[in-house]
């Protein structure tokens, strides 16, 4: 049910785009089977739901504020705001330390997504992070967050090398800006 309930999300967000909706697809249409690869992944990070929809939303809109990624920050709105996400968290993203628009498992949540986006993502504090969530979650379920971030990483410097630029899903509405650094 939680994947019916993401599918609707990106469906409900693409409707919403009002321009360059194919920025991403004319480039990777020449690449087919880059594409096919892209396309898989994404849906079977969809399809894997161990752990609760909204803790994913927040890791990808954090790591793609962190990023940068225009793109990402549009549709990671829109989505984190179907999926329940309230606007004073998608606005205090970047000072989420200090923020009571999140409970303490969302703030480790998003520290476990700032640590993996960091370069380097390796040390001491990735590894007590990591420590600190298997008391709340399982394994495939760190797993899948990780994946989750992981890959939402990828997609933004994808669509920062390409151009890809936002499609205005949030227009008009709360949206993650990028975070300094």
Same mark, same amino acid.
């Given at each position: 049910?939680?994947?019916?309930?993401?599918?609707?999300?990106?469906?409900?967000?693409?409707?919403?785009?009002?321009?360059?909706?194919?920025?991403?697809?004319?480039?990777?249409?020449?690449?087919?089977?880059?594409?096919?690869?892209?396309?898989?992944?994404?849906?079977?990070?969809?399809?894997?739901?161990?752990?609760?929809?909204?803790?994913?939303?927040?890791?990808?809109?954090?790591?793609?504020?962190?990023?940068?990624?225009?793109?990402?920050?549009?549709?990671?709105?829109?989505?984190?705001?179907?999926?329940?996400?309230? =606007?004073?968290?998608?606005?205090?993203?970047?000072?989420?330390?200090?923020?009571?628009?999140?409970?303490?498992?969302?703030?480790?949540?998003?520290?476990?997504?700032?640590?993996?986006?960091?370069?380097?993502?390796?040390?001491?504090?990735?590894? =007590?992070?990591?420590?600190?969530?298997?008391?709340?979650?399982?394994?495939?379920?760190?797993?899948?967050?990780?994946?989750?971030?992981?890959?939402?990483?990828?997609?933004?410097?994808?669509?920062?090398?390409?151009?890809?630029?936002?499609?205005?899903?949030?227009?008009?509405?709360?949206?993650?800006?990028?975070?300094?650094?």
């Amino acid at each position: 049910m939680r994947a019916l309930h993401r599918l609707w999300g990106y469906l409900r967000a693409f409707s919403q785009s009002k321009r360059n909706r194919a920025d991403l697809y004319a480039w990777l249409i020449r690449r087919p089977l880059v594409l096919a690869a892209t396309g898989g992944y994404e849906v079977s990070l969809m399809f894997s739901n161990r752990i609760d929809p909204r803790y994913k939303e927040l890791a990808l809109l954090k790591a793609a504020g962190m990023v940068s990624c225009e793109f990402c920050l549009d549709i990671g709105s829109a989505l984190a705001r179907h999926g329940g996400i309230t =606007e004073q968290q998608i606005r205090d993203l970047p000072v989420y330390a200090d923020s009571d628009a999140y409970t303490g498992l969302e703030k480790l949540v998003l520290s476990f997504a700032e640590a993996i986006t960091a370069t380097p993502a390796v040390g001491e504090d990735l590894t =007590e992070i990591r420590e600190q969530l298997l008391v709340h979650f399982s394994k495939g379920q760190i797993a899948e967050l990780a994946a989750e971030i992981a890959w939402e990483n990828q997609r933004a410097r994808l669509n920062q090398a390409l151009g890809v630029r936002p499609t205005g899903m949030s227009d008009g509405a709360t949206c993650a800006l990028p975070e300094r650094r």
